[in-house]
């Protein structure tokens, strides 16, 4: 799909990839190097979060401005990527139509985000918002909601550790805060639930 939307992108008029990454690390340094106006990140990377990787981005290179491409659900993540530095998301089933939308936009200097993802968040910052508290899954932190989804994928305690480069503690403390927000009992309910939403995704 990567190399798909790179060819969409070098026939637009104006426009040029740079480089392309499979990974975190590498696409860090591939900014490093080319200094690109614009990276489109996926959240789902095999050796760290896309959040991560964007608020990597924005902190070293603060010129290069990041769009999301994500399969995830917009609703969930979509203001946490803006949050993180992105200017803009755009989900991976709408990227033929929308992406050269966003990437023009954004190079802009404005902010892409779906309709429906525009709406709902000027609600929040209208009159609503003293209305809405946000309730289940949306109360968890991002490295809360990373965690679940390892847990989701049934990954180990000390994988999770390793993977994200914090102490097996760290880690039993992010999954009795989960098991607090989302008002599970115990580990097995924690398990059945994030498995669930693991699937659904």
């Given at each position: 799909m990567r190399h798909g939307l790179a060819q969409l992108i070098?026939?637009?008029?104006?426009?040029?990839?740079?480089?392309?990454?499979?990974?975190?690390?590498?696409?860090l340094a591939a900014v490093g190097n080319l200094k690109p106006?614009?990276?489109v990140v996926d959240l789902t990377l095999p050796d760290k979060n896309g959040l991560e990787l964007i608020k990597d981005i924005h902190s070293m290179y603060p010129g290069?401005?990041?769009?999301?491409?994500?399969?995830?659900?917009?609703?969930l993540y979509?203001?946490?990527?803006?949050?993180a530095g992105a200017r803009g998301y755009v989900m991976k089933e709408m990227a033929a139509e929308t992406l050269i939308v966003a990437i023009r936009r954004v190079l802009d200097g404005g902010?892409?985000?779906?309709?429906?993802?525009a709406s709902r968040m000027l609600e929040q910052v209208s009159g609503?918002?003293?209305?809405?508290?946000?309730?289940?899954?949306?109360?968890?932190?991002?490295?809360?909601?990373e965690v679940l989804a390892m847990?989701?994928?049934?990954?180990?305690?000390?994988?999770?550790a390793e993977h994200l480069n914090i102490s097996a503690r760290t880690v039993e403390a992010h999954r009795s805060h989960i098991k607090e927000?989302?008002?599970?009992?115990?580990?097995?309910?924690?398990?059945?639930y994030a498995v669930q939403w693991a699937e659904s995704k």
């Open positions: 070098r026939v637009e008029p104006g426009l040029d990839v740079g480089g392309e990454a499979g990974n975190a690390r590498d696409g106006d614009v990276v290069t401005r990041c769009i999301v491409l994500s399969m995830h659900d917009e609703n979509a203001e946490r990527a803006l949050r902010i892409y985000v779906s309709d429906v993802m609503q918002r003293g209305k809405v508290n946000a309730t289940g899954i949306e109360q968890l932190t991002d490295r809360e909601l847990i989701g994928k049934g990954t180990a305690t000390k994988i999770i927000k989302l008002g599970l009992t115990d580990g097995p309910a924690l398990m059945r």
